[in-house]
Structure formats: structure tokens, C-alpha cells
């Protein structure tokens, strides 16, 4: 098993949520932050299963504070997975 930890950004558009992990391209939206929080927690667990399958480097992750100084009106949240 192996823990993956990435900062995700989630702002307001028209009147859904979006998420989106900076360091991977991946954006997600939902109804509420709690849908949009699951989807991307999901999301970033597909990425990185498809990542160990198919041998693909990954990067490490931004800081939190990295994030964060640069989406200084946004909601960051720390999103984890775990893939066997």
C-alpha cells in the first residue's frame, strides 16, 4: 500500500464547486465542497492507481503554503489516497 498527499484548490463557479490538484491537472467540480471533496479524494485515487500500473513518474507535490500563496481567495485542502 502506498499514501499519496496532494493540495487541491476549490473555488466557487457559477453555481458549482471545482477542485483542482495544480500539480496534476486534474479538475473536478460538484454541488457542494463535501461532493467535490469526495470526487476529487476519488479522482486522485484513479490518477494514481493508473500512475503505479502503468509505471509513471510522478512528481512530488507542491507545499500547502506554495498553494496556498498562490490561490490566496480559495479553499485549500489537503486531499490523500491510498492504493494497494
Do not use: H
Amino acid at each position: 500500500m502506498k499514501q499519496y498527499l496532494f493540495p487541491a484548490v476549490f473555488y466557487k463557479e457559477d453555481d458549482r464547486i471545482i477542485a483542482l490538484f495544480p500539480d496534476l491537472g486534474i479538475t473536478i467540480d460538484g454541488d457542494t465542497i463535501e461532493d467535490a471533496y469526495l470526487f476529487a479524494k476519488e479522482s486522485l485515487k484513479v490518477y494514481c492507481s493508473y500512475a503505479e500500473k502503468f509505471d509513471i513518474e510522478m512528481d512530488f507535490p507542491s507545499t500547502f503554503e506554495k498553494v496556498f500563496r498562490n490561490n490566496p481567495k480559495d479553499v485549500i485542502m489537503l486531499v490523500d489516497c491510498v492504493v494497494k
